[in-house]
């Protein structure tokens, strides 16, 4: 009886805090026409990735695209992706469960729900950043991440975490916004 009280509980203890999302294959340059980006790849220090630069301003909205994979050994259902509560905020508009058979990641996109991620599966997601109207927008590299905060549930037990996606989201203030913030 102590045996299976004790595998009960380590199992409990496991699931409380496994992380098996990890970083996915895919990145992109930002497409939006929204928006004036660039890209840059970046390979150095045992680091790389791609860094994506956008000029903003107050009110701006444009989408991006990062790919996340489980590499665990059990399904997990993604509940939700993004920041929010902030002058910046990010939220998962799409994704593409499929990225490597439907014509590639750019294409096969369908709108976002909760959805299953098994083991050793991929998804590229397109994300959405939306600058708040009051947001201070000065100056270059004002905010960047490279992370996304993924809420997600495995055997019924809800996890946050922030997910490393490879590529890194950098705003800029675009020529001619006001300064002195």
């Known amino acids: 009886m ?40 970046v390979h150095a220090f045992d680091v790389s990735g791609l860094i994506n630069t956008v000029e903003v301003e107050e009110g701006t909205t444009s989408t991006y695209l990062v790919s996340i994979r489980n590499d665990g050994s059990v399904p997990v259902t993604i509940k939700d992706i993004g920041m929010k509560g902030g002058e910046i905020t990010t939220r998962v508009v799409a994704l593409n469960p499929h990225p490597y058979e439907d014509g590639g990641p750019s294409r096969g996109f369908v709108p976002f729900a909760p959805f299953r991620l098994d083991p050793e599966q991929e998804t590229v997601v397109e994300m959405e950043v939306q600058v708040g109207a009051n947001a201070c927008v000065e100056g270059p590299g004002f905010s960047s991440w490279f992370q996304e905060p993924i809420t997600h549930m495995i055997f019924g037990i809800t996890h946050h975490s922030l997910v490393e996606t490879g590529t890194e989201i950098r705003l800029e203030g675009a020529r001619g916004t006001p300064t002195g913030c």
């Open 2 to 41: 102590r045996v299976l009280v004790l595998l009960l509980l380590g199992a409990i203890v496991w699931v409380s805090n496994v992380e098996p999302l990890g970083r996915g294959s895919f990145g992109s340059a930002i497409r939006d026409p929204r928006v004036k980006a660039s890209e840059r790849y």
